[in-house]
């Protein structure tokens, strides 16, 4: 197996009973053709030896912040060898810079906690915070321990800065409780790593320019129009496109959602503001996702003071708001183009139609009366049209799943791009 060839995989092993399990997981990895550095914290060596991990990750095992000395270099592998002079490396540096990825399999709460505080006492916890290379955690402990909210707090923390976290399992422990906090078993670890690393290959390069949530059109000072849309469907969308290695650009009307990690993020409010900040990325981005419920219509006069309430009643007069995906499909030239329609009746011809009018390279269609999908909700039900006529009909997914989808049929029209420019530049 050659999955991870010519990866540089470093895992901190930290102090709890799981830690065993890290000799399958150094076992895996190198079966599937990566350099494996570990990295143990003094409570890891008190649950496996060094010795065991080194003569299976055919490295020498790093465990000092501060180590006495390391005057032979052939001694420090091939993760510490110096390049470019005779004098040491700095560990946690040297370590932090060569991984390609980071994994902390078992983590402690210990270790949690302080990741998501920024406590660098020992060489695993500096080495993360010295690290460009994604980090990933495996937590895995007393189901109690696990459910603390502090842990909890801290898991959301470190997944709010771009952490992937393996999620524990559920059952017997070694505690002799039962509940969630076991770690996964080694090769569930393994593949994890094997994928994510494949996943950020994908987009790789590509720009990627998303719209979420809803837009406001003012009425007066105090009053809008607006709609129920959340944004989650659209930031679901940008998180996974810049997993996937995409450069992405989110312009979001107003919503209570925090930036994906690693999002460039334009905060607009109206139809006309996402015009502007769309055009702006357009021309230099591979790909647009249209997930935003832009109000298609605006109060023709703004009231510079709050109306009064009146007893005869009140009339607004609304005229249009720009159509921003018909004026992008009018304009594109090398952009894949995809839109949303959130409908509540005739959803396919609907769907069809506007494919056509705005000419996108598919419409994701989702049914807004459903209670389950759409608007406001962490799940939701598509279905897909191609310019064909091929429908592809979705179950009920989480939101980051349905994200995945979208961009998994994306890549094949980015591949057909690419060929066409390769040919018109020979
Ligand atoms: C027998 C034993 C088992 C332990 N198992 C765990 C565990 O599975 N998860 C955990 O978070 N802490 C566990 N602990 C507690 C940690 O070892 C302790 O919090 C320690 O400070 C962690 O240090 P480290 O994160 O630097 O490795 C265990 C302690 C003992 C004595």
Same mark, same amino acid.
């Given at each position: ?200 290959? #994908?987009?790789? =390069?590509?720009? *990627?320019?998303?719209?979420? !949530? @809803? &837009?406001?059109? /003012?009425?007066? $000072? ?19 496109? #810049?997993?996937? =290695?995409?450069? *992405?650009?989110?312009?979001? !009307? @107003? &919503?209570?959602? /925090?930036?994906? $990690? ?25 790909? *647009? ?138």
């Amino acid at each position: 197996m050659t999955l991870l060839q010519g990866k540089n995989i470093l895992l901190g092993v930290t102090g709890g009973i799981a830690a065993y399990k890290s000799a399958e997981i150094v076992r895996g990895f190198k079966k599937a053709g990566a350099q494996v550095q570990v990295v143990m914290t003094r409570n890891a060596q008190r649950f496996i030896t060094p010795l065991t991990l080194e003569t299976l990750s055919q490295n020498r095992v790093m465990t000092e912040m501060f180590p006495s000395s390391y005057e032979d270099e052939e001694e420090a592998g091939p993760f510490l060898r110096s390049t470019s002079t005779n004098l040491p490396e700095i560990d946690h540096i040297a370590l932090a810079q060569r991984a390609d990825v980071v994994l902390i399999a078992p983590a402690t709460a210990n270790i949690i906690g302080k990741l998501a505080h920024g406590i660098c006492d020992d060489l695993l916890s500096t080495l993360v915070i010295a690290t460009k290379a994604p980090v990933i955690v495996a937590p895995a402990m007393n189901c109690n321990m696990y459910e603390h909210p502090v842990v909890q707090g801290n898991l959301e923390k470190l997944k709010s800065l771009g952490v992937q976290v393996i999620e524990p399992e559920a059952g017997f422990l070694a505690c002799q409780m039962e509940g969630k906090g076991r770690l996964p078993d080694p090769d569930v670890i393994v593949t994890f790593v094997v994928n994510f690393l494949h996943n950020r290959q #994908r987009l790789l =390069g590509k720009k *990627v320019l998303v719209t979420a !949530g @809803p &837009t406001r059109e /003012a009425i007066d $000072p105090v009053r809008f129009i607006s709609n129920r849309s959340s944004g989650r469907m659209g930031y679901a969308i940008a998180k996974v496109a #810049r997993q996937w =290695g995409a450069e *992405v650009f989110l312009v979001s !009307g @107003p &919503t209570a959602l /925090a930036a994906p $990690p690693g999002v460039h993020l334009t905060r607009v409010e109206t139809a006309a503001e996402m015009r502007e900040a769309v055009l702006k990325y357009f021309p230099q981005v591979d790909v *647009v996702i249209k997930a935003a419920a832009v109000a298609d219509y605006r109060v023709k006069e703004v009231k510079d003071q709050k109306i009064k309430k009146k007893d005869s009643g009140l009339v607004l007069e609304l005229e249009e708001t720009p159509d921003i995906l018909e004026e992008l499909g009018r304009i594109k030239e090398k952009q894949v183009l995809v839109g949303f329609a959130a409908e509540t009746q005739n959803l396919l011809s609907y769907a069809e139609e506007k494919l056509r009018r705005k000419n996108l390279d598919f419409i994701v269609v989702n049914d807004v009366s459903r209670k389950d999908a759409g608007f406001e909700v962490e799940t939701n039900a598509i279905q897909i049209v191609y310019r064909n006529g091929k429908v592809t009909d979705y179950p009920l997914m989480p939101k980051e799943k349905v994200a995945e989808v979208i961009l998994g049929e994306i890549l094949p029209f980015l591949a057909d791009k690419e060929t066409q420019n390769r040919h018109r530049g020979e």
